[in-house]
DNA sequence: CGTGCCTCGACGG
DNA sequence: TCGAGGCACG
């Protein structure tokens, strides 16, 4: 399924996010993924034909997933198979039941752990599975509707007519019908890679100008798609060359040219691939879907004159409603149900918060439906400066661009952003090439224990061809306000990429909010503002607050980092901050600002401030300090690797629940049985005792101090390129 | 280097 | 089943 490699091949144009961050949002969801993962689970009773919803309550797992970060899912439904993959279809069945019988066979011969593997694989999804899910989603309130066809262009319409602001799924097909976000990956705790249409010009690094979603479709297709197998020896990066060296509108005519813009000689394209294209093509732009308000089937996209969609089977008006609401067995046409959402209240659409998603709380099926605002309630940071143009290269095929600003430039944007004085400081060290971003071809690091390097002519160069993509990075750099105001979460574990990549200097900001989220031993226990979301005055989103770690266990070392830091408190004066709506403190706030801190625009609040106060307390004169980033990346490793934040390295522990295990437990099953609560009474904050919720450090005593060098003993000096 | 073929894990306890 | 990650081939 899917475009093989393409999500890989966008790296660049994606970026890791929680649900969380789309509060208020509406998103479409290809249901046919979650009950896929769901099947697995209950793969035997699924092969034998017995009764189990277990795979439903995995649906319902994502679902409460998501109403708990107020965000209004819509499930999209596959309709009926395309006569173009028919074959495919019959292949598929064949293959299933192969599997079957290799299956009875395995567990005739007492082999039943292999035999449980190969039901796995053949696992279908049957149209009564989707109507139990629907049934369940119609007693949940939450909206469903079935594709005339493939759920992938109903998903992709959803998105485009602004019926849902994202989409998801696993299914890569969904970027090239045109969908302006999807989030894929998405796992139980809202973490998921999120890939925007407009970044993909950063993958196939084109100049914004130059790129359409016509040439990225047109990339894809000759990839490979379901609806067209690729050329032999064309893949994406094929592909994208070639759609980049052609200067050719017209794809057909530019097809014909392939082989010499690739400097293949034997690469033919016949006149009936060419034809085959065209249909793919027309598929990804004009399949049939629903659309709810109108209640008629209609071409995804509309038709220009004179253009012919794919020829597909329209079935009576009537029909495609009933099946549209998921009353009808898309294949029997068979009827399953006569539910209608003219006699059903739909009105109040459960969400968590209904208050706060306000009117996108209707259902789609209702008359007085209204679509939400285009706008992501959350994501209003909208550029207010001018984008930098790019100095044009000779090279019109490849547009170069800087993958990363350098740490300096990137604590300017923020001083900037946050209108805080630069410090005197001239330069920094070499050591920032472990900062992932710092493109090696440009920079040559001859030595990581050289002296502080002047800007060479490579850098300079580098430095002018600082583009729009400034403002793009400094988007995932600063957290958003909303983001600012949200839950600390496990870590996505889509940040944790790779040292050479991306991460590099994002994580040191993300290594922030982890800070925050610390307790540092038992007598400290750090509140950020994160727990004292003063805006939740639903009851939903409580604060919530660590209440009993494990001290001993994960505490320590970061406890030890503290005092190495001086961060910890001496003698707990520090007070819980008074007044409701007072923002609470990062921990690397002094306690002279926490006291005094009343402006609305806080600047202890933003991250610049805690990253220039992190300086102050590491006594790091102007000129020693190396590269902020990359020290605070290490630092917040560091506190990671011990605090276990990753939410792949979390063991939960019964007996000691850990935070991240409290703020979810609102939808993941409590440890100790029981059935996962909604709307549950706040968690009592473990200080609560004697400080408000909103109470930020408290602290009763100060904790011994530790003589260990934890830099010498986290190993910082054998990482010469992290010396501190 | 990019493509194509391989194996493995998903879920859940 | 699907994608992800590893490895061999041209
Ligand atoms: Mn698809």
Not at 380 to 388: G, L
Request: proline residues 7%; charged residues 30%.
């Amino acid at each position: 399924m899917g475009i093989t490699g393409l999500i890989p091949f966008l790296k660049a144009a994606s970026r890791p996010v929680n649900v969380r961050e789309y509060s208020g949002c509406t998103v479409a969801v290809d249901a046919y993924c979650w009950l896929h993962k769901g099947a697995i689970a209950c793969a035997e009773k699924l092969v034998r034909g017995d009764e189990t919803d277990v795979y439903v309550n995995y649906c319902v797992k994502y679902i409460d997933m998501l109403l708990s970060h107020n965000v209004k899912p819509i499930l999209v439904f596959d309709g009926r198979h395309l006569p173009a993959k028919a074959e495919t279809e019959k292949f598929r069945r064949e293959r299933r039941n192969n599997n079957k019988r290799k299956a009875a066979d395995l567990l005739r011969q007492d082999r039943p752990d292999e035999a449980r593997n190969v039901m796995k694989a053949c696992i279908d999804i049957t149209p009564e599975m989707a109507y139990s899910l629907i049934k369940r989603c119609r007693e949940m309130c939450v909206d469903c509707i079935v594709a005339p066809y493939e759920a992938d262009a109903q998903l992709a319409y959803l998105n485009l007519a602004g019926f849902a602001h994202i989409v998801i799924t696993e299914d890569s097909d969904l970027l090239l019908f045109g969908c302006e976000r999807v989030l894929f990956k998405l796992d139980l705790v809202g973490n998921g890679l999120l890939i925007e249409q407009s970044k993909l010009h950063l993958a196939m690094k084109v100049h914004p100008d130059k790129f359409s979603m016509d040439k990225f479709r047109h990339m894809c297709i000759l990839s490979g798609c379901d609806y067209l197998n690729s050329l032999p020896g064309i893949g994406l990066s094929k592909a994208c060359k070639f759609i980049k060296r052609t200067a050719e509108t017209n794809i057909s005519r530019a097809l014909t040219k392939m082989g010499a813009h690739l400097n293949m000689a034997n690469l033919v394209v016949s006149p009936e691939y060419r034809e085959k294209f065209l249909v793919a093509d027309s598929m990804f732009k004009h399949q049939p879907v629903f659309d709810p308000t109108t209640r008629k089937v209609i071409p995804m996209t509309p038709l220009s004159e004179g253009e012919q969609g794919p020829g597909l089977e329209q079935l009576p008006a009537d029909i495609s409603y009933q099946l549209a609401l998921g009353n009808l067995d898309p294949f029997t046409l068979e009827k399953f149900d006569d539910w209608d959402p003219d006699c059903n209240k739909m009105t109040s659409l459960r969400t968590n918060g209904w208050n706060k998603v306000g009117r996108t709380a209707d259902s789609i099926w209702s008359r007085t439906f209204t679509k939400p605002s285009p706008i992501l309630p959350l994501d209003r940071r909208k550029p207010e400066k001018p984008t930098v143009t790019v100095r044009q290269t000779s090279d019109c095929d490849e547009y170069k661009f800087p993958k990363k600003k350098r740490p300096e430039e990137e604590l300017q944007d923020l001083r900037e952003r946050f209108g805080i004085k630069s410090p005197p400081s001239k330069k920094s060290r070499s050591d920032e090439t472990c900062d992932s971003g710092i493109s090696s071809q440009v920079i040559e690091c001859s030595d990581p224990e050289d002296d502080p390097l002047d800007i060479t002519n490579a850098e300079e160069d580098f430095l002018e061809e600082l583009c729009d993509e400034k403002l793009s990075t400094l988007d995932d750099l600063i957290p958003s306000s909303a983001a600012e105001e949200t839950k600390p979460s496990i870590r996505n574990k889509f940040s944790c990429q790779k040292k050479t990549e991306r991460s590099g200097s994002t994580s040191g900001l993300e290594g922030l909010r982890n800070l925050r989220t610390i307790q540092i031993d038992e007598d400290n226990v750090v509140c950020s503002r994160f727990f004292s979301s003063s805006q939740d005055s639903n009851c939903e989103n409580r604060p919530i607050t660590p209440s009993t770690m494990d001290l001993n266990n994960c505490s320590s070392a970061e406890q030890e980092l503290n005092n190495e830091l001086e961060l910890i408190v001496n003698g707990g004066d520090r007070r819980p901050a008074d007044g409701a709506a007072s923002p609470s403190k990062s921990i690397f706030a002094s306690p002279k600002r926490q006291n005094t801190s009343h402006e609305v625009s806080d600047p202890a609040v933003s991250p610049l401030a805690e990253i220039s106060q992190l300086d102050k307390n590491l006594k790091l004169g102007k000129d020693e300090r190396p590269s902020l980033l990359a020290r605070l990346d290490k630092v917040s490793q560091i506190l990671s690797d011990k605090v276990k934040t990753p939410a792949s390295s979390f063991k939960w522990d019964k007996k000691t629940p850990n935070l991240a295990q409290k703020t979810f437990s609102s939808y993941l099953s409590p440890p100790s049985g029981g059935s996962a609560v909604k709307n549950q009474p706040p968690v009592k904050p473990l200080v609560s005792k004697s400080a408000k919720p909103s109470g930020l450090f408290k602290s009763k005593k100060s904790p011994a101090p530790v003589k260990t060098n934890l830099l010498e003993k986290y190993g910082f000096k054998s990482k010469p390129k992290m010396s501190l």
